[in-house]
């Protein structure tokens, strides 16, 4: 049972109906380690890309895309290592882009040889500009190009049935193309591919570029979802870009709207402004009662070792994750997180006023939620003595200590930490 209260409000004036809300979470798949890694300033060496595959299976992806081996000497050679080595877990399934070559699909089967299960995900243009502007061709074109290249993945992974063989495809710039021309461009893939409820296929519809609000990409999506062939047969993917800030918010209703699954990095990272930020994704279904199947569990070491591995730091303020997202300076949200961790009883629903989250479950410590500066009050300064020290002190001397703190914090123009306001403390009423 969660501690989280699903909130969807029913009883908003002249409305007769709950508002939706996602009922359970899509399937994950991780692209840290190649859309994530294709736009880094320094690309992760196959050693590094060990190290990320790893917490991505201790966090519980069950499909991570690894790499573009045809692309790629080094992802080829993190493939064959992950292969060889025996590092993917039986339940894992790892994903290779390629592009529909037929040159580029025949290398990255071979690199593949010798695996269980795995996802070949190819992608073609659809979108007029790359039609036109990139491709010099037309819709007949690059239909074509759809189907020749589904044909050469067909005729590839038949050389090795020893493999379980998933069958990805995606139209780039799908929240670009006509729709009526993105479901004859599926609809002629999977009648190629020729899925079955049993083997079912992945259409991945991608925001390459996110070019509009969110209810719009969602938009497209239900079409898609109420309108290809074989759907019982297919799981509908999406993969939001970040360009307009508000990919989470365009996967949460797309997810609504019909999608099965959802490609995204940790913390956004991606092209340009990132892919969809997983771990926001999980931890606000975490938030609404739902678990995501996902352990962010110790927050902390994830951002550390992302960090590490992109070499791109996380922004402070970056939802669950930042170093600053639990702390409260200001005197009247420490006074109201102090009154609300005060009534709170061990199995009550999570009700701590400006915490959307116990920063406990993320493995952080209750000390950085109320840090002190010359903005703070006696509430925060109450708050850190008493749970740091054990002082529970009298209000009307958490009023006067108050004013001996900011008074320090405003000479000295810095925040002052629970050690501090102790020898605060102490000089003022402890010693003799
Ligand atoms: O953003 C995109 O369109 C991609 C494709 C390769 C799926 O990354
Ligand atoms: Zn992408």
């Given at each position: 049972e969660s501690k989280y209260r699903r909130f969807a409000p029913i009883d908003l004036p002249n409305r007769q109906w709950p508002a939706k809300v996602i009922e359970h979470p899509p399937i994950w798949m991780s692209t840290d380690l190649r859309d994530g890694n294709q736009a880094l300033i320094d690309p992760m060496s196959v050693e590094t890309k060990l190290t990320f595959f790893k917490a991505l299976v201790n966090m519980g992806f069950k499909e991570i895309e690894v790499g573009f081996p045809s692309a790629s000497q080094t992802d080829y050679d993190f493939v064959r290592r992950l292969i060889d080595e025996g590092h993917i877990p039986a339940d894992v399934t790892i994903e290779v882009l390629t592009q529909a070559r037929k040159e580029l699909i025949d290398r990255t089967v071979e690199s593949l040889q010798g695996v269980h299960r795995a996802i070949v995900h190819m992608y073609n243009p659809t979108a007029p500009d790359f039609r036109e502007i990139v491709y010099r061709t037309d819709k007949a074109g690059v239909k074509a190009m759809a189907e020749q290249g589904t044909r050469w993945v067909q005729e590839a992974v038949q050389r090795f049935p020893d493999t379980e063989w998933v069958y990805q495809y995606s139209p780039e710039v799908f929240s670009g193309t006509e729709l009526d021309f993105a479901k004859e461009v599926v609809d002629a893939v999977s009648a190629i591919w020729q899925p079955t409820p049993a083997h079912k296929m992945i259409i991945n519809l991608p925001a390459t570029v996110e070019m509009a609000t969110p209810n719009v990409y969602a938009d497209q999506i239900e079409w898609m979802h109420r309108h290809i062939d074989r759907r019982e047969s297919i799981i509908i993917s999406v993969h939001p870009h970040n360009d307009r800030g508000t990919a989470v918010a365009a996967a949460e209703l797309a997810v609504m709207a019909g999608a099965d699954r959802v490609e995204g990095c940790l913390f956004g990272n991606g092209e340009r402004t990132g892919n969809v930020d997983l771990v926001t994704l999980a931890l606000n279904l975490y938030t609404q009662g739902i678990h995501p199947g996902l352990d962010f569990s110790q927050i902390d070491q994830v951002r550390q070792l992302v960090e590490q591995c992109n070499k791109i730091p996380v922004h402070p303020r970056h939802p669950y994750a930042g170093e600053l997202v639990f702390t409260a300076f200001s005197g009247s949200h420490q006074d109201a997180i102090k009154k609300g961790f005060a009534a709170r009883?061990?199995?009550?629903?999570?009700?701590?006023?400006?915490?959307?989250?116990?920063?406990m479950d993320l493995g952080r410590s209750y000390e950085s939620v109320v840090r002190v500066n010359s903005?703070?009050?006696?509430g925060g300064i109450a708050f850190l003595l008493a749970q740091e020290y054990g002082l529970d002190i009298p209000r009307r001397l958490q009023i006067e200590f108050s004013r001996i703190v900011q008074r320090h914090t405003e000479t000295t123009g810095k925040e002052a930490n629970s050690q501090v306001i102790f020898e605060l403390f102490e000089q003022e009423y402890l010693a003799d």
């Amino acid at each position: 049972e969660s501690k989280y209260r699903r909130f969807a409000p029913i009883d908003l004036p002249n409305r007769q109906w709950p508002a939706k809300v996602i009922e359970h979470p899509p399937i994950w798949m991780s692209t840290d380690l190649r859309d994530g890694n294709q736009a880094l300033i320094d690309p992760m060496s196959v050693e590094t890309k060990l190290t990320f595959f790893k917490a991505l299976v201790n966090m519980g992806f069950k499909e991570i895309e690894v790499g573009f081996p045809s692309a790629s000497q080094t992802d080829y050679d993190f493939v064959r290592r992950l292969i060889d080595e025996g590092h993917i877990p039986a339940d894992v399934t790892i994903e290779v882009l390629t592009q529909a070559r037929k040159e580029l699909i025949d290398r990255t089967v071979e690199s593949l040889q010798g695996v269980h299960r795995a996802i070949v995900h190819m992608y073609n243009p659809t979108a007029p500009d790359f039609r036109e502007i990139v491709y010099r061709t037309d819709k007949a074109g690059v239909k074509a190009m759809a189907e020749q290249g589904t044909r050469w993945v067909q005729e590839a992974v038949q050389r090795f049935p020893d493999t379980e063989w998933v069958y990805q495809y995606s139209p780039e710039v799908f929240s670009g193309t006509e729709l009526d021309f993105a479901k004859e461009v599926v609809d002629a893939v999977s009648a190629i591919w020729q899925p079955t409820p049993a083997h079912k296929m992945i259409i991945n519809l991608p925001a390459t570029v996110e070019m509009a609000t969110p209810n719009v990409y969602a938009d497209q999506i239900e079409w898609m979802h109420r309108h290809i062939d074989r759907r019982e047969s297919i799981i509908i993917s999406v993969h939001p870009h970040n360009d307009r800030g508000t990919a989470v918010a365009a996967a949460e209703l797309a997810v609504m709207a019909g999608a099965d699954r959802v490609e995204g990095c940790l913390f956004g990272n991606g092209e340009r402004t990132g892919n969809v930020d997983l771990v926001t994704l999980a931890l606000n279904l975490y938030t609404q009662g739902i678990h995501p199947g996902l352990d962010f569990s110790q927050i902390d070491q994830v951002r550390q070792l992302v960090e590490q591995c992109n070499k791109i730091p996380v922004h402070p303020r970056h939802p669950y994750a930042g170093e600053l997202v639990f702390t409260a300076f200001s005197g009247s949200h420490q006074d109201a997180i102090k009154k609300g961790f005060a009534a709170r009883q061990a199995d009550d629903m999570w009700n701590v006023p400006y915490l959307p989250i116990d920063p406990m479950d993320l493995g952080r410590s209750y000390e950085s939620v109320v840090r002190v500066n010359s903005q703070s009050g006696k509430g925060g300064i109450a708050f850190l003595l008493a749970q740091e020290y054990g002082l529970d002190i009298p209000r009307r001397l958490q009023i006067e200590f108050s004013r001996i703190v900011q008074r320090h914090t405003e000479t000295t123009g810095k925040e002052a930490n629970s050690q501090v306001i102790f020898e605060l403390f102490e000089q003022e009423y402890l010693a003799d």
